[in-house]
């Protein structure tokens, strides 16, 4: 079965530095790897995704992602954090070999400190 | 004009009652979806519906009833609610062909309070 895990319910990144937020998957064919963003009190909302093709992924915000197929991982990175980058990030994991359901992780919870 | 909206966006309601949260999407996606967030934020998916057509149910007790009269539109009904029912229930479409890799566009959430 299909299983994403982030493994850090949180982590804590000063303004200006990078940040990673790390994420891992499952999956018995080729995955779909997405990010989403949840404000408070807010929906989530599409950061970026992985298909195929380039390792690196670009998207919203400045945000980018590095598939990495030995190591089933697509962690978040951003190079320079700001304070308003603090949200609950969640990585995501289609699996092209079965239905078209998409599962979560757990969150990670992104506090930028000033 | 928002893409996927929801209503109502809070519900408190008594324990045994039935209610129901409406969704519609004008993206002319032909795939939505139920999800349920809980109080952790864990985010489970329940059903979704590709052209008015149940394609995932996950283990959901029967109370809840989806519903999508047309496939701008997916309704979620609960009968006989319970306390564990309270969560953040998210609407969400998406396009699912060989050409659109089917990223979930989300509504706002309605917040369900079961007293």
């Known amino acids: 079965a299909q299983s994403v895990a982030q493994p850090e319910d949180q982590v804590n990144v000063a303004e200006g530095n990078p940040l990673t937020v790390k994420c891992t998957y499952s999956?018995?064919?080729?995955?779909?790897l997405f990010w989403y963003v949840q404000y408070p009190n807010r929906g989530l909302q599409f950061l970026l995704k992985?298909?195929?093709?380039?390792?690196l992924v670009k998207g919203s915000y400045g945000f980018e992602a590095e598939f990495n197929k030995s190591q089933t991982s697509f962690h978040l990175k951003k190079p320079s954090a700001l304070v308003s980058d603090s949200a609950l990030y969640f990585c995501?994991?289609?699996?092209?070999?079965?239905?078209?359901?998409?599962?979560f992780g757990k969150g990670t919870r992104l506090h930028i400190l000033p | 004009d928002t893409a996927v909206s929801q209503t109502p966006k809070y519900l408190v309601t008594q324990m045994g009652n039935d209610k129901s949260i409406k969704c519609e999407q004008n993206l002319g996606h032909d795939t939505m979806y139920w999800y349920k967030q809980d109080s952790k934020k864990f985010l489970k998916i329940m059903f979704s519906y590709n052209n008015k057509e149940l394609i995932i149910n996950e283990t959901v007790p029967n109370r809840f009833s989806p519903k999508s009269p047309d496939k701008a539109h997916l309704n979620l009904h609960i009968n006989s609610l319970e306390l564990g029912d309270s969560a953040v229930y998210f609407c969400?479409?998406?396009?699912?062909?060989?050409?659109?890799?089917?990223?979930?566009?989300f509504g706002e959430g309605s917040r369900l309070t079961v007293l």
């Open positions: 969400a479409s998406s396009q699912n062909s060989p050409l659109n890799t089917g990223e979930l566009f």
């Open positions: 995501a994991v289609r699996d092209t070999n079965r239905d078209d359901k998409i599962i």
């Open positions: 999956v018995s064919g080729n995955p779909y």
């Open positions: 992985y298909i195929t093709g380039d390792n």
